[in-house]
């Protein structure tokens, strides 16, 4: 019997938990894109399905980005840091960047990845607020949700934002010039250990079990998706043109053909084989009846709860909640996507 | 059942590969090849002139730990400058935050995919990677050639590594391996820190790695065949973990060989060595290259299956045409520019582009297959016939398929 490389690493497991009893802190320095100009705003508003043109300065919006075929091809949040220049947090940035390129004919704007000068920290957990509060000079008391706000940190200039990919009703990213890195990190990383928390090292937590207890995506599972079939339709403006358009509003009025479930493997203890598509490939195939109806996007394991979860794309209405069915040999159950109810 | 239709390969498969009607290889006599197909003759033809060169190469250093070792050192070093010069971050999906040398495995699984060597990743984090191969056509070069990819892996990897802030060192280790008989090649790569072991010289690189209680093996049952950019399940697509994503349009012009990447390196490394003369490395590759050439045709069943394979009509006997066939099917899977300056009963002449067969800039690639093609012709058509070289323009290698006699040959 081999071991569980989520359940049986305690390294991966105190890492996710002091997340969620305390607090983490981690590099997760993304792409960045700078969008400026008169005609900035209405530019992402073509480029993005979701409304940017009511995002106030301060504030932050995540939304999908869209091909002609109404496909997600990233989602990102953008922060409106002034009237006219946003940033674009993305992880997919040299197509991004041509992306627009390719759009921005007849829109009076500058773009730019501006990558190479920030790095960003994700403090996140119910003591993260209090490490924030400790740290930044002018605190972060009042900060909403997808709010940010220009600080000093250990001397240096920063841009503190509220929010985070871990589900934490309390979680903050520290934006600082690259030079200052190193200065910033071991101010938090100071403040985060006196708080009973510490960094996080590993990817598979900040990247893959944190969110997805959660019910958030890593870019791999929408691969090839539409907004509908993974509910990430809710806040799309459908009053203006965005690229994707015309598509999607036919998969609103047909309904979308997949959907995107939760699942669970039913004994935790047991060896299984059952391969996601988190690590790249097709995933593991999901068979009702002797017909594929799905394959698997990722299984991972929920430190919350002590189960293997996971998502599976499945064909639209053919698995439902707590529904039991065998993956590749291994019981398994449909859930909800959210681990932390 | 289901009735379902599966979907076809794309029409793009193959569409920067420069065919002008088909996307497919054609033989003189008009035998099409699939796209598909060609890719993995290719693979395979260069395997065993690679395999040969092997050969040629354990020659030339003897000692199997020498041998190995000065290999991975080469590999190593040469890799992780490619990384450092040409960095490719993006292209493997390889983010801002993946600090360490972890990301190399990114590096790794993209590469193995477009080789056709597939199976899958079956860990990717920070302090562990793990990549299961479930088909490598360089299994039969022997396996200083696994620990030598093992370690030009750990040079991209490092390389990688010192573009980002400081993170973790991962030792990418071959725990299993087909060129040793292994079901798999496995690679594992782990970080010393969370899974500490003893330091290890360069070449042994086939483990054990502390974390193989990690591992996961894929049954006979679950193996695959094709690479992703080939499966129907996959929709025809390489995607890893990252999004990266591509398909099958010009893998062959992306095609590298064992040959080309390592084992002439290696050669050529030696004789900067000193193991040996250069005009000594050079008699020892013709040698064992010319055997293999000639072991490919030795038996009939194998001139049959050649004739049939490229379209031979029965009114074409023995002559310099069927090996014509044979050399551009492969120089037309190779994605190689040829001009036909004769191609008659007497004599095939051929002007074939340099730069394009010298396989990733490594120029003895082009002597390499003119000493396996004379090796061929003497076994596919008869003692007679020889290949050789006569008045190359600049840049390009003009061959001459025809009757000789040569008292010293």
């Known amino acids: 019997m081999y071991k569980n490389i989520f359940k049986d690493d305690e390294w991966k497991r105190s890492e996710h938990m002091a997340v969620r009893e305390a607090v983490g802190y981690y590099l997760f320095t993304h792409q960045l894109m700078e969008v400026t100009g008169p005609d900035a705003c209405r530019f992402l508003d073509y480029i993005y399905p979701n409304k940017i043109s009511t995002l106030k300065v301060g504030r932050d919006r995540y939304t999908t980005m869209l091909n002609e075929e109404g496909e997600i091809i990233d989602d990102v949040v953008i922060m409106r840091l002034e009237e006219e220049k946003y940033w674009v947090s993305t992880l997919y940035g040299t197509k991004c960047d041509d992306w627009f390129y390719f759009h921005s004919d007849g829109y009076d704007i500058d773009t730019s990845e501006i990558t190479e000068d920030w790095h960003m920290f ?34 240096h200039e920063v841009l503190i934002n509220r929010g985070g990919f871990t589900g934490e009703k309390f979680g903050y990213e520290v934006y600082c010039q690259a030079d200052d890195a190193d200065d910033v990190q071991d101010v938090i990383d100071a ?13 598979q937590v900040f990247a893959w079990t944190l969110p997805t207890e959660a019910g958030f995506y890593y ?23 965005f690229i994707g358009k015309d598509a999607l509003l036919k998969v609103r009025e047909n309904g979308p053909e997949r959907e995107m479930v939760g699942f669970e493997v039913c004994d935790e203890n047991q060896d299984f084989y059952i391969q996601a598509k988190q690590y790249g490939g097709p995933g593991q195939a999901v068979y009702v009846d002797g017909e594929e109806v799905g394959r698997v996007s990722k299984l991972v394991y929920s430190y919350v709860k002590n189960v293997n979860n996971g998502y599976i794309l499945a064909k639209k209405d053919t698995l439902h909640i707590g ?19 | 059942m289901t ?25 003189p006599w008009n035998k099409l090849m699939s796209y598909q197909d060609a890719l993995h003759y290719a693979s395979r033809f260069e395997a065993v002139l690679s395999a040969a060169v092997a050969q040629a190469y354990r020659i030339i250093i003897p000692d199997y730990a020498t041998r190995a070792s000065e290999m991975c050192k080469e590999a190593y070093g040469r890799l992780y400058y490619t990384g450092i010069n040409y960095p490719g971050d993006d292209g493997f999906g390889i983010h801002p935050f993946m600090c360490g040398s972890y990301p190399g495995a990114l590096i790794g699984d993209k590469g193995d995919d477009a080789l056709l060597m597939c199976g899958r990743c079956q860990d990717f984090g920070t302090y562990r990677c793990e990549k299961e191969l479930d088909v490598c056509d360089w299994d039969i070069c022997g396996s200083e050639l696994c620990r030598a990819t093992t370690m030009s892996l750990q040079g991209q990897a490092d390389a990688t590594e010192t573009r980002h802030r400081k993170g973790h060192k991962l030792d990418y280790l071959m725990v299993e391996a087909k060129g040793c008989g292994d079901r798999h090649c496995r690679i594992i790569a782990e970080s010393r820190e969370k899974y500490p072991a003893p330091e290890h010289e360069l070449w042994e690189s086939f483990g054990p790695a502390v974390s193989d209680d990690y591992k996961k093996y894929t049954e006979e049952e679950d193996c695959v065949e094709e690479s992703m950019m080939f499966r129907e399940e996959c929709d025809y697509h390489f995607v890893n973990g990252t999004n990266t994503e591509t398909d099958s349009s010009n893998q062959m012009v992306n095609l590298s060989t064992a040959a080309s990447l390592y084992l002439l390196p290696a050669i050529d490394n030696a004789v900067k060595l000193g193991y040996t003369t250069a005009e000594n490395a050079e008699w020892i590759k013709k040698c064992v290259l010319e055997a293999a050439g000639k072991a490919m ?14 379209g031979v009509p029965n009114t074409i006997g023995e002559d310099g045409r069927l090996l014509g066939g044979v050399i551009e099917m492969l120089l037309q899977s190779l994605v190689c520019h040829y001009e036909i300056e004769a191609f008659n009963k007497d004599e095939v002449i051929y002007v074939i582009n340099r730069g394009d067969l010298a396989i990733t800039g490594t ?46 040959m």
């Open chain 2, 363 to 408: 120029q003895s690639v082009c002597e390499a297959h003119l000493y396996m093609w004379q090796g061929m012709v003497k076994t596919l058509v008869n003692a007679q016939w020889s290949v050789w070289e006569e008045d190359s323009p600049k840049g390009k290698m003009r061959i001459k398929i025809a009757k000789k006699i040569d008292k010293f």
């Open chain 1, 323 to 341: 529904d039991h069915l065998k993956i590749h040999g291994y019981e398994c159950v449909i859930t909800e996507k959210n681990w932390l109810q």
């Open chain 1, 191 to 203: 403040a985060v250990k006196a708080a009973g928390g510490k960094e996080v090292t590993e990817f």
């Open chain 2, 3 to 27: 009735k379902k239709i599966d979907g076809r390969i794309p029409a793009n498969s193959g569409n920067e590969a420069g065919f002008t009607q088909y996307n497919a290889v054609q033989s």
């Open chain 1, 219 to 241: 870019m791999r599972d929408l691969n090839h998706t539409n907004p509908f079939e993974v509910g990430l339709e809710k806040n799309i403006d459908w009053d203006k043109d």
């Open chain 2, 297 to 310: 045709f030795g038996e009939r069943y194998a001139i049959r299956a050649c004739r049939e394979w490229l």
């Open chain 1, 122 to 155: 994700s403090v996140q957990g119910p003591k993260s607020k209090d490490v924030l509060n400790e740290i930044a000079e002018g605190g972060v008391e009042e900060l909403k949700f997808f709010q940010h706000k220009n600080d000093v940190i250990a001397g």
